[in-house]
C-alpha cells in the first residue's frame, strides 16, 4: 500500500510538472486594450457612450466636481477597497483540454502592475504557469490553458505582482459522478440591503455543491457602470465561483437596456425602450461586458463578430457527460417596432384580447437566427462524451406571467419573452426537443416550470424558469384570468393553476408549478427585506446520467438549510424522465436492428425532406426507431455521431 500510494505522489508530481511546461507554451498572448486611463474609451458615436462606465476609467480615483451622489457613492466604494483585494475574484470552466479563466480586477492605480500571473500548486509550491496583460477597460484578464488535465483538482492562483492574489480551485471533471447538479440563477437586483453580499446564497449552496454555476443573465442592474456592476456581484458570490466552473451570460441589464432586441448588432436610438432593434450603448462597451462575463466559456461555436463588431459566444460546454448548450437569445431576435402593429401602451406589450395573433406572427422575423440554429442542429447531432443535454438560455420560450409590476397590472402578451416571434420558438424548441433536451433559463422574476407543446400540448421539452435572485426590482404573477383551471390530463399537485393552458401569443404550455409573490405590489415587496416570501431564491437541477431522471428544485431565498430549513417552494421538487422532453405520440415502430455498437447514437430522419426527426444515445445494441407519422425514414447509428447509415428509405405505412 505504502508503495502504491509512493508511486501515485510521483506519477501526480509527474503529470503536473508536464503539465506545466505544456501551460507556459499553450498560453496566448492576449494583446493590451485602449491604453490605460484613457477617460474616453467607448467613442462618441451613440449619446451613451460619454456617459459608459465613468466610475471605472479615466483618473477614476480622483473626486470629480459636479458628479452625482450616485456616481460618488459608487466611486467611494471602488476607492474603499484595500489594495490586497485589487483581484476581486475569477471564474472559469474547462472544456474538450482547454482551461479559460477570467480574472476580475478592481480599477487599478497607475504605479500597480497591469500584469496578472497565473500559477498552480505543486508539492506545495505555487508555480508560475502564464502571465497575461489587465486589460483596458473592463480591468479584466483572461488565460487560454491546452492540453488540461481534467482528471485532478488543482490549486490555482492569480497574481498581480507583490499587491493582490486570489485563489481557488479547479475541479476535476466529475465525469465518475452519477448525479451531476447544477445551480441556476438570474436577476441579482440591486436594490436590497444586502448589496454587497449574498449570505444566504453562499451558505445554502456552499452545502448543497453543486457541480455547475448557471447565470442566465442580469447579473446586475447598474446599466451604465457596468464594471462596478459586475464587480458588486463578483463580490458578493466569489467564494461560490473561485472552485467551480461557472456559466455566465449576458441579459439586457446586463449592456444597459430596460429590453433587448439585438437585431444581429444594429444601433438602436432607445425609441420606446429600445424596441426599435440593437444596442444602445456603443459596440465598445457591449463586447467589454461580453469580455468580462463571458470569455471563461469555452470558445464560441462560429467567432465571427455581427454588426458593428459585436462579438458572440453562444458554445457547447460539457460537465461529467452532460451538454449544456449556451444560448445568445437576444443577440439576433427581432424588433417589434415598425414591423408589427401596436396593440398596447408600449410596441412590445398586447392587451387587446381580439389582436390577430398571425399580425405578429411574420415570416422574415428571428428568434435565435439562422446562426445559431445551425449550431442547435450540430449539437443535437454531435454527442461526443455526451449523455444527456441541457439548454441554457436567457428567458422562457413562452409568456408564463399574467401580471407584471403589480395585481392591477395585467398583460395579455409580453414580446420581451421568447414565446415570440412564435415561429421562431418553435424552431427553436423542435431543436431541443430533438434531443430531448430539457431547458433552463431566467429573466422573467417568476419560477416556473412548463412543459412546452409545439404541435400539441406536451409534445415538447420541460423546462425551468428560476426566481429572481433578488426579487425586488419587478415582481410577476402566474394569475390566469378569473382564476381559470386548465385543462387536459391532471397534474397533481398543490397549486391550483396547472395543466394545459395557451400563454397570451397563442403558445401551447402545461404549467406545472409556479412560485408567485405572496404580496401584489412590488412596493410592498421592495421595502420587504424580511423573510416573507417575495419569490425570491434559485432553481437546483439534479441530472441522474444512470437513470435519466432529471429533478427540479426552487429554493426560497431565506431558506436556511444549515439549521434543517428544507423547504422548497410550493409545488417543487419536480422530477420527469428525459425522455418525457419529445412528448409526440409514437404511432409504431420500424423493424429491429442490431446497432454496430452498444449506447450509440442513433438518428432518425426523414428521407424525402432530410428533416432531422429525432437524435439521441440509446442503450444496448437492439433499436427499434419509434415514428410519429406514415413515411419514409433512414436512420443512421454511430459512437458519438450517426455516421453509419443503418436502413435507408425504409417506409412506414
Given amino acids: 500500500m505504502k508503495n502504491a500510494l509512493i508511486h501515485r505522489h510521483i506519477n501526480t508530481a509527474i503529470i503536473l510538472a508536464l503539465l506545466s511546461l505544456a501551460f507556459v507554451k499553450a498560453s496566448p498572448k492576449i494583446k493590451p486594450g485602449i491604453p490605460y486611463y484613457q477617460p474616453n474609451p467607448f467613442g462618441n458615436k451613440t449619446k451613451w457612450a460619454k456617459n459608459s462606465d465613468n466610475v471605472a476609467i479615466g483618473n477614476w480615483w480622483k473626486p470629480v466636481t459636479g458628479e452625482s451622489s450616485r456616481e460618488k457613492s459608487m466611486r467611494d466604494w471602488l ?66 490553458v491546452k492540453n488540461w488535465d481534467n482528471t485532478l483538482n488543482i490549486p490555482f492562483r492569480l497574481r498581480l505582482g507583490d499587491i493582490s492574489k486570489f485563489e481557488g480551485l479547479i475541479r476535476r471533471n466529475p465525469s465518475d459522478k452519477e448525479e451531476i447538479t447544477v445551480a441556476s440563477m438570474s436577476c441579482n ?66 449592456v444597459g437596456h430596460p429590453n433587448l432586441w439585438g437585431e444581429a448588432g444594429a444601433v438602436s436610438n432607445g425609441i420606446s425602450g429600445a424596441s426599435d432593434g440593437g444596442y444602445m450603448y456603443p459596440a465598445a462597451y457591449v463586447n ?140 427553436a424548441l423542435k431543436k431541443l426537443r430533438s434531443a430531448r433536451a430539457t431547458h433552463l433559463c431566467g429573466d422573467q422574476h417568476l419560477a416556473v416550470v412548463v412543459k412546452h407543446g409545439i404541435e400539441n400540448h406536451r409534445d415538447g421539452p420541460m423546462s425551468f424558469t428560476n426566481p429572481a435572485l433578488v426579487n425586488t426590482i419587478y415582481g410577476r404573477w402566474w394569475w390566469p384570468k378569473n382564476e381559470s383551471k386548465g385543462r387536459g390530463l391532471k397534474i397533481k399537485s398543490p397549486l391550483p393553476w396547472v395543466d394545459d393552458y395557451l400563454d397570451g401569443l397563442g403558445n401551447k404550455i402545461t404549467m406545472f408549478a409556479y412560485a408567485n409573490p405572496d404580496q401584489l405590489d412590488i412596493n410592498i415587496i421592495r421595502k420587504n427585506s424580511s423573510s416573507e416570501n417575495r419569490g425570491d431564491g434559485y432553481g437546483l437541477v439534479r441530472i441522474n446520467k444512470k437513470t435519466e431522471n432529471i429533478t427540479f428544485e426552487c429554493w426560497p431565498r431565506f431558506a436556511d438549510i444549515s439549521k434543517g430549513n428544507k423547504a422548497q417552494f410550493t409545488g417543487w421538487p419536480i422530477t420527469f424522465n428525459m425522455s418525457e422532453n419529445d412528448g409526440r405520440k409514437v404511432i409504431g415502430y420500424l423493424k429491429e436492428v442490431k446497432l454496430p455498437n452498444a449506447n450509440s447514437v442513433v438518428e432518425l430522419t426523414e428521407s424525402q425532406t432530410g428533416e432531422l426527426i429525432y437524435c439521441r444515445r440509446i442503450k444496448g445494441e437492439l433499436f427499434k426507431a419509434p415514428v410519429f407519422k406514415k413515411s419514409k425514414y433512414t436512420l443512421r447509428a454511430g459512437i458519438n455521431k450517426a455516421d453509419k447509415i443503418i436502413l435507408h428509405n425504409e417506409q412506414f405505412k
Wanted: hydrophobic content about 35%; proline content about 6%.
Fill in 288 to 427: 467589454m461586458v461580453t469580455r468580462q462575463q463571458t470569455w471563461n466559456l469555452p470558445d464560441p461555436f462560429d467567432p465571427s463578430p455581427i454588426l458593428q463588431g459585436i462579438g458572440v459566444y453562444y458554445t457547447e460546454l460539457n460537465v461529467g457527460g452532460v451538454s449544456f448548450a449556451i444560448l445568445e437569445d437576444r443577440k439576433f431576435k427581432s424588433a417589434p417596432l415598425g414591423k408589427i402593429p401596436q396593440m398596447g401602451p408600449r410596441p412590445d406589450h398586447i392587451n387587446d384580447p381580439k389582436y390577430d395573433r398571425n399580425a405578429i406572427n411574420l415570416d422574415g422575423l428571428k428568434l435565435l437566427g439562422e446562426r445559431q440554429l445551425k449550431f442547435l442542429d450540430h449539437w443535437t447531432r454531435n454527442w461526443e462524451n455526451d449523455v444527456i443535454k441541457i439548454a441554457l438560455s436567457q428567458t422562457a420560450f413562452c409568456g408564463a406571467v399574467h401580471m407584471h409590476g403589480n395585481g392591477k397590472n395585467r398583460l395579455l402578451a409580453d414580446l420581451d419573452c421568447n414565446g415570440w416571434p412564435q415561429k421562431g420558438r418553435n424552431k
Fill in 79 to 144: 476607492r474603499s477597497i484595500h489594495r490586497s483585494k485589487a483581484i476581486a475574484f475569477s471564474l472559469y470552466t474547462h472544456d474538450n483540454g482547454i482551461l479559460k479563466i477570467t480574472g476580475q480586477c478592481f480599477p487599478l492605480l497607475p504605479k500597480e502592475p497591469k500584469i496578472v500571473s497565473l500559477e498552480i500548486k505543486k508539492n506545495n509550491r505555487w508555480i508560475k504557469i502564464a502571465e497575461e496583460p489587465v486589460i483596458y477597460p473592463g480591468w479584466s484578464v483572461h488565460f487560454k
Fill in 189 to 254: 437586483s440591486h436594490k436590497d440591503k444586502e448589496r454587497f453580499s449574498r449570505t444566504q446564497f453562499i451558505s445554502n449552496l456552499k452545502s448543497q455543491d453543486p457541480d455547475l454555476l448557471f447565470f442566465a443573465g442580469d447579473q446586475n442592474y447598474v446599466h451604465d457602470e457596468a464594471t462596478f456592476g459586475w464587480l458588486q456581484f463578483g463580490m458578493q458570490f466569489r467564494d461560490l465561483m473561485r472552485d467551480r466552473p461557472t456559466v455566465c451570460i449576458v441579459d439586457d441589464h446586463d
